[in-house]
């Protein structure tokens, strides 16, 4: 069965926290890649960061070194620490799942989808 159920999103001022969680069924889970996206109003969708089954992980370069995906493996569930939120962080944040060997170099075959969970950031 595919589930991805994103939460933790809400409403912060700049230079905030907050952390998303993405709970996910055991065959979605133990995809190759499991990732974070996010889409602006007007804007494409785009990749935030990813992580591998193993634990490798990519970020993409604007949310370097104030975000972190992480995942427990006992609980089968994503998350993705967010801190010093930007304006520009403010997006409706997907979890995805990938089973592609080139779901962390390319982002690629993330076809797998949860509902979204909205993360609004204040300046």
């Known amino acids: 069965q595919v589930q991805l159920v994103e939460s933790g999103g809400g409403s912060v001022q700049a230079g905030g926290s907050l952390r998303l969680s993405c709970a996910a069924s055991?065959?979605?889970?133990?995809?190759?890649?499991m990732g974070w996206f996010r889409q602006a109003p007007g804007k494409e969708r785009e990749a935030v960061a990813g992580i591998r089954y193993i634990g490798t992980t990519r970020y993409a370069d604007s949310v370097k070194g104030r975000f972190t995906i992480s995942r427990d493996n006992a609980k089968n569930t994503l998350y993705l620490q967010m801190n010093s939120l930007k304006p520009e962080d403010t997006a409706m944040y997907y979890c995805?799942?990938?089973?592609?060997?080139?779901?962390?170099?390319?982002?690629?075959?993330?076809?797998?989808w949860g509902q979204g969970t909205q993360v609004t950031v204040s300046s």
């Open positions: 055991s065959y979605t889970y133990t995809r190759n890649c």
């Open positions: 995805a799942a990938s089973d592609f060997s080139t779901c962390l170099s390319t982002f690629a075959g993330y076809n797998y």
